[in-house]
T-cell receptor, first 114, second 114 residues
Framework: GDSVTQMEGPVTLSEEAFLTINCTYT??????LFWYVQYPGEGLQLLLK?????DKGSNKGFEATYRKETTSFHLEKGSVQVSDSAVYFC?????????????FGQGTRLTINP | EAQVTQNPRYLITVTGKKLTVTCSQNMNHEYMSWYRQDPGLGLRQIYY???????DKGDVPEGYKVSRKEKRNFPLILESPSPNQTSLYFCASSPRYSSGNTIYFGEGSWLTVV
């Protein structure tokens, strides 16, 4: 079945550092790919998405490119801020028996120190 | 404001005492689902509904029931809660199926079963 694997956390960086959170997937169809973010005490919010190969999703300085050849969707940000501290989830969306199914990675906790 | 609303947000209950977590969305979405979030496991789908009176099992349905009598509501029922159902629960909704659709999440319900 479909699956998503994220880099293990937690990740701790200093403010203004470069961020990469790795995400790879396996899927039988042609999934859409998402990054969701969960700030402390809150629900999940969509950060960015890409619906087909070579698409780049971007939002709030974060970027991720849908790489079909490497089955990856790595999240990057050039200069992180303390306010980026959160848990980040990579997910894929595919059709299973006519229904949309989201499959999540295990999440990566990111802490940014001032 | 478009939102998915869950209640209660926090609950401590005892083993075997039936409880219901309500979920309501105001976006006229056809698709709704429930997830549970556990450390190291990401989010796993419990049940989903593609429309009124149409529900189906997700990956971890054991011990849960759902109903979809109205389009906006999708309650999660724990008939006889057990400690292994202690978790953070999320309700989610999205428009009619498309793998690229954004799924909107509620703020989560922390459930502890003692």
């Amino acid at each position: 079945g479909d699956s998503v694997t994220q880099m293990e956390g937690p990740v701790t960086l200093s403010e203004e550092a470069f961020l990469t959170i790795n995400c790879t997937y396996t899927a039988t169809g042609y999934p859409s790919l998402f990054w969701y973010v969960q700030y402390p005490g809150e629900g999940l919010q969509l950060l960015l998405k890409a619906t087909k190969a070579d698409d780049k999703g971007s939002n709030k300085g974060f970027e991720a490119t849908y790489r079909k050849e490497t089955t990856s969707f790595h999240l990057e940000k050039g200069s992180v801020q303390v306010s980026d501290s959160a848990v980040y989830f990579c997910a894929l969306s595919d059709e299973v028996q006519g229904a949309q199914k989201l499959v999540f990675g295990q999440g990566t906790r990111l802490t940014i120190n001032p | 404001e478009a939102q998915v609303t869950q209640n209660p947000r926090y609950l401590i209950t005892v083993t075997g005492k039936k409880l219901t977590v309500t979920c309501s969305q105001n976006m006229n979405h056809e698709y709704m689902s429930w997830y549970r979030q556990d450390p190291g496991l990401g989010l796993r789908q419990i049940y989903y509904s593609m429309n009124v009176e149409v529900t189906d099992k997700g990956d971890v349905p054991e011990g849960y029931k759902v109903s979809r009598k109205e389009k906006r509501n999708f309650p999660l029922i724990l008939e006889s809660p057990s400690p292994n159902q202690t978790s953070l629960y999320f309700c989610a909704s999205s428009p009619r199926y498309s793998s690229g659709n954004t799924i909107y999440f509620g703020e989560g319900s922390w459930l502890t079963v003692v």
